[in-house]
Structure formats: C-alpha cells, structure tokens
C-alpha cells in the first residue's frame, strides 16, 4: 500500500545510545516532516524538509538531528539518547507548497529511552 | 507557537452534537483536522485555507474566520466511531510546517 512506512515500530534504548529512525514516503512528496507525541502535549514538531536538500528546525529540534536521503527518505537521528526523549514517533510527508496538501502520517515508532 | 484548542475533552452520547474551536495568535494561511484513535496514526479530516477554499471528508463540516485566526470543527449527531482524539494543525505561510495543538478528546457512548 502506498503511504509512509517508518522503522523500527518499537525501540529500547539506554541513556546514551544512539539510533536512528528510518522513514520512506512513496507518494512522490516533497515535504517531509517529524513530529513526537507525549500525553498531554498534542504533536510536537522536531524537524521538517520543505523540499529535497532542505531541513529545518521546528519546535522542539534539541537533541536530534536529521537527514534528507532522497525524496523519499528523512530520518531522525538521536545522538545520545536522554529518558526525556521517550516518546512516540511520527514521521508524514505532503505535498507542500501552497494549496489544500494533506500530510499524511506513518504508524509511528515507540521509542523508550531507560 | 501551538494554537489552542477547546474544549480539551467533550462526552457524548451517540447523536448529540459538539464543536471543537482552534485559535491562532498568528495570521494563518491554513488550517487542518486530524482525528486520532488510541494506538493510532492521526488521520485526515478537512483542510480550510485562507480565501475559502475547503477540501474534506463530506460527512465533516467545519469553519475558518481568517479575521479573528479561529476554526471551529463541528460533529453534528455523533456516532461511536467518531471517539478518538482531535487535533487542529496551523500553517502560517503555504509551504511551510503544520504546527498541532494540544488536542480536544471526545469520547461517544451508546
């Protein structure tokens, strides 16, 4: 099914390991996007790329960073992981530019940082 | 800066109506609907844009007052299906990221 896949779903981590968080869009979009949930705090964005070769920082960017591969692949790195960073995942992607793009989601990747 | 949403969470029983509001301290170009069931990926329900135009799912109606930067997302006689968790996401400028609220929780009971 075409959509947005994101691996790995769950991810164990001890505080300061690093991973990164593969994700793959084959709708031909350009924007991609990553955003972490946490209760209470709706969705937060990290990072984003407008378009291939372009990433900036969104709301919450410390302590990550990330890469635009190709058109079709963004990942999120972290670096050493801190308990803090325990969250659920998502990464979505949409069109972009102007006009009614709707972005849509992956299934998100739980990440547990002990 | 995240918009605001109210109420942050609504009860139900099946067949009543809610609004949930979303409101911006910034001009916004455009502003989306997502609803999200426990487990989830969020998913798309409508996308209102600065000038009027409204792309969405027929059953989902919903409103953008461009002047006072507030949309209102409206459920009218609710079933069990439409529980989950609604997020409004705000674009300042066309291509730019979607930055979401907090969430308004509406929970439909039989």
């Known amino acids: 099914n075409a959509g947005v896949t994101q691996t790995p779903k769950f991810q164990v981590l001890k505080t300061g390991q690093s991973m990164t968080l593969q994700c793959a869009q084959d709708?031909?979009?350009?924007?991609m996007y990553w955003y972490r949930q946490d209760p209470g705090m709706g969705l937060r964005l990290i990072y984003y790329?407008?378009?291939?070769?372009?990433?900036d920082k969104g709301e919450v960017p410390n302590g990550y960073n990330v890469s635009r591969l190709n058109k079709r692949e963004f990942s999120l790195r972290l670096e050493s992981a801190a308990p803090s960073q325990t969250s659920v995942y998502f990464c979505?992607?949409?069109?972009?530019?102007?006009?009614?793009?709707?972005?849509?989601f992956g299934a998100g990747s739980r990440l547990t940082v002990l | 800066q995240q918009p605001v949403q109210s109420p942050q969470a609504v009860i139900l029983r099946e067949g009543e109506d809610a609004v949930i509001n979303c409101s911006s301290s910034?001009?916004?170009?455009?502003v989306h609907w997502y609803r999200q069931k426990h487990g989830e990926a969020p998913v798309f329900l409508m996308i209102?844009?600065?000038?009027?135009e409204q792309k969405g799912h027929e059953k989902i109606s919903a409103s953008f007052n461009e002047k006072k930067q507030q949309s209102s997302l409206y459920l009218t006689a609710s079933q069990l299906s439409y529980s989950g968790t609604y997020f409004c996401?705000?674009?300042?400028?066309?291509?730019?990221?979607?930055?979401f609220g907090k969430g308004t929780t509406l929970s439909v009971s039989s």
């Open positions: 979505a992607s949409r069109q972009g530019g102007s006009g009614a793009n709707v972005l849509t």
């Open positions: 996401g705000t674009e300042v400028q066309a291509g730019t990221a979607l930055i």
């Open positions: 709708m031909n979009h350009n924007s």
């Open positions: 790329s407008a378009s291939e070769g372009t990433t």
């Open positions: 910034k001009a916004l170009y455009s």
């Open positions: 209102l844009l600065k000038g009027g």
